[in-house]
C-alpha cells in the first residue's frame, strides 16, 4: 500500500512481511507515525520482522517511559491517571468534539447540567522548575496558599540564627495526574486537574514533590507542536519539519518569588490552552 495515500486517523489493512495487519494511521507520542494490529500470535514473528529490517535505519525499541514523556508533551490523556468516569470531554478540553444540538445520547442530559453548571476544575499543563518529575497525586496549591515559616538554625555555622522555611498552606487548589521531563521542549512538565479559578495559561502555582514546594506555571498545551503539524505530516516531510523549541530548561535553584495572578480561566476551555 502507499503510506503517502493514508490520511491522519485512517486504517487500511496491509501485508508487513509474512504477517497480515489493520494499520492505523495514529499513535501516542505526537509524532508521524503508524500503529499495527495483528493477532497475539503473530506478534512475535512481526516484531522479529521489523527489527531486522529497521536495522539499516537505526529503527530501536522503546519503553513505556519514553512514551509518556511523549504522550505528556502533546497532552494525550491516559484512561486511569488522567481520566476516568469521573471525568468529562469539558474538563480535559475535548469539548469542541461534543455536539449537544444532535440527537440524544447516552449523556447528553449529564453534560448539559455541567455546562449549565460551569466546570470546578480543568485538566491543566504545567511547566515545573524541578529536576525530578512530581508524582501521581501530588497536591498542588495557589502562590496565596504557602506560608512562611521563620526557624532557629540548630547546627552549622549558622546555629542561632533564623532560616525561611516555605511551605504549602492548608487549600489545595489541585492534584497532578501525570508528569514527566519533556525532552523535546526541554522542561520538566506534569498535568493536573486544578481549580478552574486557578487554570488560566501564566498562573502561578506550587506542586508538592517530596515534601517540598515547587513552582510550577500554567502553560498551553500541548507543549510541542501545538498545530500538529508533524502528526497530520506525510512521510515525504519528514525532513522538513519544524524542530522543538531548543531553549535550556530552566535550573531547579533559580527560583524567585512570583506573586499570585488573578483568578480567571482559561480562553479555550481546553486542557490549559
Known amino acids: 500500500m502507499d503510506l503517502d495515500e493514508l490520511r491522519f486517523f485512517r486504517f487500511a489493512p496491509c501485508r508487513i512481511g509474512e504477517v497480515e495487519v489493520l494499520l492505523s494511521r495514529s499513535g501516542f507520542t505526537g509524532e508521524l507515525g503508524y500503529e499495527l494490529y495483528t493477532p497475539a500470535d503473530q506478534a512475535g ?9 529497521g536495522r539499516e535505519f537505526d529503527l530501536r525499541p522503546y519503553g513505556v517511559e519514553a512514551m509518556q514523556s511523549l504522550r505528556i508533551e502533546k497532552s494525550l490523556p491516559l484512561y486511569g491517571p488522567d481520566i476516568s468516569e469521573d471525568d468529562t470531554p469539558f474538563h480535559v478540553g475535548l469539548s469542541r468534539w461534543i455536539h449537544l444540538e444532535k440527537r440524544d445520547f447516552v449523556g447528553r442530559e449529564a453534560l448539559l447540567r455541567l455546562q449549565e453548571r460551569g466546570l470546578e476544575r480543568r485538566w491543566t499543563g504545567l511547566t515545573l ?4 518529575p512530581a508524582t501521581a ?27 525561611d522555611t516555605v511551605m504549602p498552606g492548608d487549600r489545595q487548589v489541585g492534584r497532578v495526574t501525570s508528569s514527566a521531563m519533556g525532552h523535546s521542549v526541554r522542561k520538566m512538565l506534569a498535568m493536573a486537574y486544578v481549580d478552574t ?3 488560566w495559561p501564566g498562573a502561578n502555582l506550587i506542586v508538592e514533590i517530596n515534601g517540598r514546594p515547587i513552582p510550577a506555571k500554567v502553560s498551553q498545551t500541548p507543549f510541542f507542536d ?14 522538513h519539519r519544524s524542530e522543538p523549541n531548543s531553549r535550556p530548561m530552566t535550573p531547579a535553584n533559580s527560583r524567585t518569588n512570583v506573586p499570585a495572578g488573578r483568578a480567571g480561566q482559561s480562553p479555550n476551555g481546553g486542557a490549559g490552552s
Open 137 to 163: 497525586g501530588a497536591k498542588v496549591y495557589s502562590v496565596g496558599d504557602v506560608a512562611t515559616f521563620r526557624e532557629v538554625v540548630e547546627t552549622g555555622a549558622e546555629a542561632g540564627g533564623y532560616e
Open 226 to 239: 501545538p498545530e500538529n503539524a508533524r502528526i497530520r505530516s506525510e512521510p515525504a516531510e519528514d525532513g
Open 197 to 199: 479559578g486557578h487554570s
Open 45 to 53: 514473528p512481526l516484531w522479529e520482522f521489523l527489527l531486522d529490517k
Open 129 to 132: 522548575e524541578s529536576e525530578v
